[in-house]
């Protein structure tokens, strides 16, 4: 039994919708599939009906943006309460602050003579959480420019004339609300950023894993952060991060993680749901 625990679909900027997704997990013969779209839960519900459709596990999940030490990481969050009143209303804050940053993009696009509007860019990502991926997408539409790639390296690269600095929470805040939610916080693809040193800081913040199988690691980045993991103590998790079919190839399929991590991930979910707050169901025993 194998798992995938990192896929986006069109609720964020991947192109598959949620039982698009699913067909394809089924194609790839997973057991368990986890949903992280970037800062929204919103295709969890679709995509965790359609998994029951096709006998797959649903797992609940996000990858919110956040900062640790001035290094933008992204942070899993497993099997959260999807009701719980405080994360949908910082997920929803979140949300608005993306809105923002595409108005403003369009705003810094329309200045040098690009008429693109940030109604253009909604129009097409059709999801509350936007990005750069939509506006690139918006430009090529458009016919401003030819490629996804050279949007991004003519208009929306960092210091680029449309790029807009992105709002981060520090990673003890997406931490501690994950938590809050009652879910597992993971840290994605370590091997993407450029140093390990942030990785005791989240750590110390409550840090519950580290994503060490994911389709950027090598062999030797995987081995190292499965080390690195043992070391501190940390579970293990893993996935395609598959966009769908932005980023030439489907990547689901390529990472399929062992079943036994997907049964850490959930017991350790069920410990802390089990924990804290307690007092009150001890009186209430007869
Ligand atoms: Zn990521
Ligand atoms: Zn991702």
């Given at each position: 039994m ?19 997704l ?8 997973l057991?368990?599939?986890?949903l ?25 999940g ?8 001035e ?6 969050g ?8 405080r ?11 993306r ?8 705003a810094?696009?329309?200045a ?7 109604e ?6 059709n999801?509350?959480s ?12 458009a ?5 996804l ?15 807009v600095?992105?709002?981060k929470?520090?990673?003890a ?18 091997g993407l ?20 199988f994911?389709?950027?690691?090598s062999t ?13 103590g940390?579970?293990?998790?893993g ?16 990472i399929r ?11 350790r979910?069920a410990?802390?749901?089990a924990?804290p ?6 009186f209430a025993?007869?």
């Amino acid at each position: 039994m194998y798992a995938d625990l990192h896929l986006h679909t069109n609720f964020s900027d991947g192109t598959y919708s949620p039982e698009e997704l699913v067909a394809q997990a089924a194609r790839n013969s997973l057991s368990a599939m986890a949903l992280t779209d970037h800062d929204t839960v919103e295709g969890c519900a679709r995509t965790s009906e359609a998994c029951r459709t096709a006998g797959i596990e649903f797992i609940v999940g996000t990858e919110l943006t956040a900062e640790q030490d001035e290094n933008e990481i992204h942070i899993l969050g497993y099997l959260i309460d999807l009701e719980n009143p405080r994360f949908r209303t910082e997920i929803s804050r979140f949300q608005q602050v993306r809105q923002n940053r595409i108005h403003e993009m369009a705003a810094r696009l329309n200045a040098i003579g690009i008429s693109l509007t940030a109604e253009d860019v909604f129009a097409l990502a059709n999801c509350r959480s936007p990005g750069r991926p939509h506006v690139a997408r918006a430009l090529v539409k458009a016919g401003f420019c030819s490629s996804l790639d050279q949007a991004f390296e003519r208009f929306l690269k960092k210091n680029r004339p449309a790029w807009v600095p992105k709002f981060k929470m520090s990673a003890a805040i997406a931490i501690e609300l994950i938590h809050h939610a009652g879910g597992v916080a993971v840290m994605a693809h370590p091997g993407l950023n450029r140093t390990d040193d942030v990785i005791p800081g989240m750590v110390e913040a409550g840090l519950d894993g580290i994503e060490c199988f994911h389709t950027k690691h090598s062999t030797h980045m995987t081995e190292h952060y499965l080390e690195l993991a043992e070391q501190h103590g940390l579970l293990v998790t893993g996935g395609s991060d598959c966009h769908g079919l932005s980023k030439g190839k489907p990547l689901i399929g390529t990472i399929r993680v062992p079943y036994e991590y997907v049964e850490r991930l959930k017991a350790r979910a069920a410990s802390r749901r089990a924990a804290p707050k307690a007092p009150a169901a001890d009186f209430a025993a007869p």
